[in-house]
T-cell receptor, first 117, second 114 residues
């Protein structure tokens, strides 16, 4: 079955610094999703990457997808405290055993980011 | 106007009880999901419905029974609750079952079984 791994699992960083979160997945997929979860809250969609080489940016966050390497990165530029949250990547996988055209989303382990003032 | 809502938000109950969680979406989506998020924040899909039809049924004890009365609602009934059922249950919806779409998540139901 498709496996999705993130690293690091925990990240503590100073405000103003840059860092990258990595998301690796084990089988071919052209599509990858990033979500953010604040403590005690639900998941909020950040980015949808639908092809090899896709790059999307929103504020201090930039996500990219390399389908050949089966790797997505979430780059944080000049971190601020408000970015403290858990970040998840997810990949969708077609399910042959279900109705044709049905996809299942597999989530990564999550990266808990803490930005220190 | 909340897109995906769940009730209750918190549920504390004794082992052996039966409980239900409800989910509603007002996005006009065809597909809805139940996920379980454990204490380490790991998310695993449990069920998915597309237009009231069960399309994904993962390896979940048969004490868990989903029901979708219409495409805007997806409920989860749990019989004979066990300690290991304690988790956050997240409902989500997407336009359809074919992927390529972000999912919209509800606020979660925090279940604690004592």
């Amino acid at each position: 079955e498709l496996k999705v791994e993130q690293n690091p699992l925990f990240l503590s960083m100073q405000e103003g610094k840059n860092y990258t979160i990595y998301c690796n997945y084990s089988t071919t997929s052209d599509r990858l999703y990033w979500y953010r979860q604040d403590p005690g809250k639900s998941l909020e969609s950040l980015f949808v990457l639908l092809s090899n080489g896709a790059v999307k940016q929103e504020g201090r966050l930039m996500a990219s997808l390399d389908t050949k390497a089966r790797l997505s990165t979430l780059h944080i530029t000049a971190a601020v405290h408000d970015l403290s949250a858990t970040y998840f990547c997810a990949v969708d996988q077609p399910l042959k055993e279900y109705t044709s055209g049905t996809y299942k989303y597999i989530f990564g382990t999550g990266t808990r980011l803490k930005v220190l003032a | 106007d909340t897109a995906v809502s769940q009730t209750p938000k918190y549920l504390v109950t004794q082992m052996g009880n039966d409980k239900s969680i409800k989910c509603e979406q007002n996005l006009g989506h065809d597909t809805m999901y139940w996920y379980k998020q454990d204490s380490k924040k790991f998310l695993k899909i449990m069920f998915s419905y597309n237009n009231k039809e069960l399309i994904i049924n993962e390896t979940v004890p048969n004490r868990f029974s989903p029901k979708s009365p219409d495409k805007a609602h997806l409920n989860l009934h749990i019989n004979s609750l066990e300690l290991g059922d304690s988790a956050v249950y997240l409902c989500a919806s997407s336009q359809d079952q074919r992927g390529q779409e972000t999912q919209y998540f509800g606020p979660g139901t925090r279940l604690l079984v004592l």
